[in-house]
């Protein structure tokens, strides 16, 4: 069977995403889960927040060695497959296969082979396949390598060919939001393109055989959304905030559920009642940048890392907070906590 594939999704960027990925990681692992993270931004944002710079420097200066995913999938180019990568292991439990800037020159060879999978010549079809499915075979690949429980795909904020390609290999997404009209734009986005690519992709697989390997089925389930609360910015009230985040049930509904919601519609509840937000998520304001200095999880952090105070209170926080997300999603997804 294959692994169970998670994706935390939104195109508008900056809504802390990576940030979330990154802490939900940890947290299931801390609960028992076997996690690889599998890092599909062209950013490589996610591999900065788990590896030290000089780290990256050497796995992006090492050209005989398949150390990123954009190592992995280089040599179907060259008409090859997919290479199997090196593991970055963050603990026992945790897994990373490190992103790469070069990989945004893969999308014009994703784009290319979107088209070539509609052909009826099983060369050009077949070749097709082999390369729009390399990210999800690549992940399972991998995933049974390191026995992972659970595979985390991160994405950039975009609607491109390799988001594309991710997704259609993503058994579950979560959409992540902020309090903010640029968000809820996003949101209006994923369900009408989660459902094009849907039907695009069943109707590209329909009637066609592969013997060397099993088909993503392709159907995205959104599991629900994490929404961002938010924070004090250039002195705006809370109301400023709180108008975009009381609309965040009813977009999801209506745009990525696709029910059809009249003006008056009812029984739409407060976003704290929704049973599609997953979590609202407070700001931990000054514990962040420690976290990330010295890289560790905000709910890991000790006095010696340089925690005090009220901070010792918001780290307790975030761990509670994190837990609870992450065990609403195993049960979500109806995998054992």
Not at 197 to 217: E, I, M, N
Not at 246 to 260: K, S
Not at 301 to 321: E, F, N, P, Y
């Amino acid at each position: 069977m294959p692994t169970p594939t998670f994706t935390f999704f939104n195109n508008k960027g900056g809504v802390g995403k990576t940030t979330l990925v990154y802490h939900v990681a940890h947290m299931l692992a801390q609960l028992g889960q076997c996690v690889l993270v599998v890092d599909c931004d062209p950013q490589a944002n996610l591999s900065a927040a788990f590896l030290s710079d000089e780290t990256l420097e050497k796995l992006w200066d090492a050209p005989k060695r398949i150390t990123t995913i954009y190592r992995s999938v280089q040599p179907m180019v060259r008409k090859g497959d997919f290479a199997a990568p090196e593991l970055q292991t963050i603990h026992e439990r945790l897994h990373l296969l490190a992103g790469d800037l070069l990989l945004s020159s893969f999308e014009d060879q994703l784009s290319e082979q979107w088209n070539n999978a509609n052909s009826d010549s099983v060369d050009v079809y077949g070749r097709a396949f082999d390369i729009l499915t390399a990210f999800w075979r690549c992940a399972q690949q991998s995933a049974q390598a390191c026995k992972a429980d659970i595979v985390i795909f991160d994405i950039g904020p975009n609607l491109g060919a390799i988001n594309r390609s991710v997704l259609l290999g993503t058994d579950h997404i979560i959409a992540v939001l902020g309090a903010d009209l640029f968000s809820l734009r996003g949101l209006q986005n994923i369900g009408p393109t989660l459902r094009t690519w849907q039907k695009s992709w069943h109707t590209r697989r329909c009637g066609k055989a592969f013997d060397d390997y099993v088909l993503p089925q392709g159907n995205m389930q959104v599991l629900g959304y994490v929404a961002m609360q938010h924070q004090e910015r250039l002195s705006r009230p809370v109301r400023a905030y709180s108008q975009w985040m009381d609309r965040i049930p009813r977009d999801y509904r209506q745009y990525v559920l696709n029910q059809a919601l009249s003006a008056e519609s009812a029984n739409i509840p407060d976003i704290k009642e929704d049973p599609y937000c997953l979590a609202l998520l407070r700001h931990y304001k000054s514990i962040v940048p420690i976290s990330q200095e010295v890289r560790k999880p905000m709910f890991d952090l000790k006095s010696a890392d340089g925690v005090s105070g009220s901070q010792i209170t918001t780290v307790r926080a975030a761990h509670a907070d994190f837990q609870t997300l992450s065990k609403r999603i195993l049960e979500k997804a109806q995998l054992p906590i």
